[in-house]
């Protein structure tokens, strides 16, 4: 589904001849997008959260529902990256055609803050429900 929404943006963005910083600019999309539904989907299943432990103010149920996030952003960065490099209709543009590492670096530094807000909302989440 990622991958699916993370195409017609980019497709969006051609048609628009919006290249420009269109490889951080959807990530960022598709990533907060998937991490609003993932707590939407989270607040709507049932528990009982009363035995629920908290460390440092960390609680267990955090700790498992983000454990299950292991390895997913590394996914998808790795298909937008081959995605772009071997896009003919970014070829022209080097920047976005093929992202350096300066440029996923940066991407990747707004991912960890779009990770920390979805952290700490549903451990807030969790905690409230003890």
């Not at 390895?71 to 022209?92: E, I, M, P, Y």
Request: proline share 2%; charged share 25%.
């Amino acid at each position: 589904m990622l991958k699916k929404q993370y195409d017609q943006l980019l497709a969006k963005d051609l048609s628009r001849q919006q290249w420009d910083g269109c490889f951080q600019r959807n990530v960022l999309t598709v990533l907060e997008q998937t991490y609003d539904q993932a707590l939407v989907e989270l607040q709507a299943l049932p528990f009982d959260g009363g035995n629920n432990a908290v460390d440092r103010g960390l609680t267990d149920l955090t700790k498992q529902t983000l454990a299950s996030f292991d390895g997913f952003v590394d996914d998808f960065l790795q298909f937008v990256v081959d995605k772009h490099r071997t896009s003919c209709a970014l070829s022209n543009f080097p920047g976005e055609h093929k992202p350096d590492k300066a440029y996923v670096n940066e991407v990747m530094r707004d991912i960890a803050g779009l990770w920390q807000k979805f952290a700490l909302n549903v451990n807030a989440y969790f905690l409230e429900c003890r």
